[in-house]
């Protein structure tokens, strides 16, 4: 299930794909889209997971992260967040991906 998070660049093709589960990020990812993407889902959920496959979705998905903690402290929210490895079948291949588990915690 692809939800309103969804993000398009400027020539219309998707690089931040939002499900019910997993804010997939590439290296063509705009960060700010994808930073509205986790604060949007951060908000409504207080949770989200965000995986990126290769340096350059790493990348694009760690200045992400930082961007959304500033759209977020407008709200008075905070994020931390835990990174691990996790193997994904794309295309009948098993690829390492490297996911993010964001969480809020309690500003001071």
Same mark, same amino acid.
């Given at each position: 299930?692809?939800?309103q ?43 989200? #997971? ?36 996790t ?15 964001? #969480? ?5």
């Amino acid at each position: 299930m692809t939800d309103q998070y969804n993000a398009t660049n400027n020539h219309g093709d998707e690089h931040v794909e939002v499900t019910a589960d997993v804010i997939k990020v590439s290296a063509k990812s705009r960060s700010t889209a994808v930073a509205g993407a986790i604060a949007g889902v951060i908000r409504e959920r207080g949770t989200a #997971e965000v995986q990126a496959i290769g340096a350059g979705a790493v990348n694009q998905a760690v200045k992400a992260l930082a961007i959304a903690r500033g759209y977020l402290e407008r709200d008075s929210l905070d994020i931390v967040f835990l990174p691990y490895f996790t193997e994904v079948d794309i295309d009948g291949q098993e690829r390492t991906a490297v996911r993010f588990q964001v #969480e809020t915690r309690k500003t001071a």
